[in-house]
T-cell receptor, first 113, second 116 residues
């Protein structure tokens, strides 16, 4: 079993829709949860991070962590064609960001105009 | 946020040659740098962690004699793929972390290596 599971997609939704991306994990040691966006042939870009269970909102993006279920989500409201990219969930055991990041396999998202 | 650059962005080489990839933190000092590898439509996998002035720590299954990492200064780390073979063709991405300044790793734009 992989430490982090993520549906690879592809996921295609119309512009303006709410997008829900999810990951599950098996390692209880994970404490630092992140979502990255990666455009084709580019390095990943950090979208959001959180340490605790609950919701964290930043503009059109909401990150949700449920440690009891070992489940994290990213919601994108009012999706735009420019949101089309691969979204990677990522986790670190412990609280230091200077540690090994475990990435999910990524979900390819396409927003149709 | 901080900026990390990689050079070259793309390289094509013949089998058996060695290739050096540079990773630079442009506006901050990186106490720790990481090297990842990403195959098409796959996730990033950590290859090694390097701290300035010390030997790199390699992940299980990564050959340290094949993937030479040097972190000689607080703004530069290099990855040398020695005697490259077609199976080494991949997207190599570095990240840099500055503990006292930013609470995240900043990723470079990646280097696409193709070995013929």
């Amino acid at each position: 079993q992989k430490e982090v599971e993520q549906d690879p997609g592809p996921l295609s939704v119309p512009e303006g829709a709410i997008v829900s991306l999810n990951c599950t994990y098996s390692n209880s040691a994970f404490q630092y949860f992140m979502w990255y966006r990666q455009y084709s042939r580019k390095g990943p870009e950090l979208l959001m991070y959180t340490y605790s269970s609950g919701n964290k909102e930043d503009g059109r993006f909401t990150a949700q962590v449920d440690k009891s279920s070992k489940y994290i989500s990213l919601f994108i409201r009012d999706s735009q064609p420019s949101d089309s990219a691969t979204y990677l969930c990522a986790m670190i055991p412990g609280y230091s960001s200077a540690s090994k990041i475990i990435f999910g396999s990524g979900t390819r998202l396409s927003i149709r105009p | 946020g901080a900026v990390v650059s990689q050079h070259p962005s793309r390289v094509i080489c013949k089998s058996g040659t060695s290739v050096k990839i540079e990773c630079r933190s442009l506006d901050f000092q990186a106490t720790t740098m990481f090297w990842y590898r990403q195959f098409p439509k796959k996730s990033l996998m950590l290859m090694a962690t390097s701290n300035e002035g010390s030997k790199a720590t390699y992940e299980q299954g990564v050959e340290k004699d094949k993937f030479l990492i040097n972190h000689a200064s607080l703004t530069l780390s290099t990855l040398t793929v020695t005697s490259a073979h077609p199976e080494d063709s991949s997207f190599y991405i570095c990240s840099a972390h500055a503990r006292d300044r930013y609470n995240e790793q900043f990723f470079g734009p990646g280097t696409r290596l193709t070995v013929l």
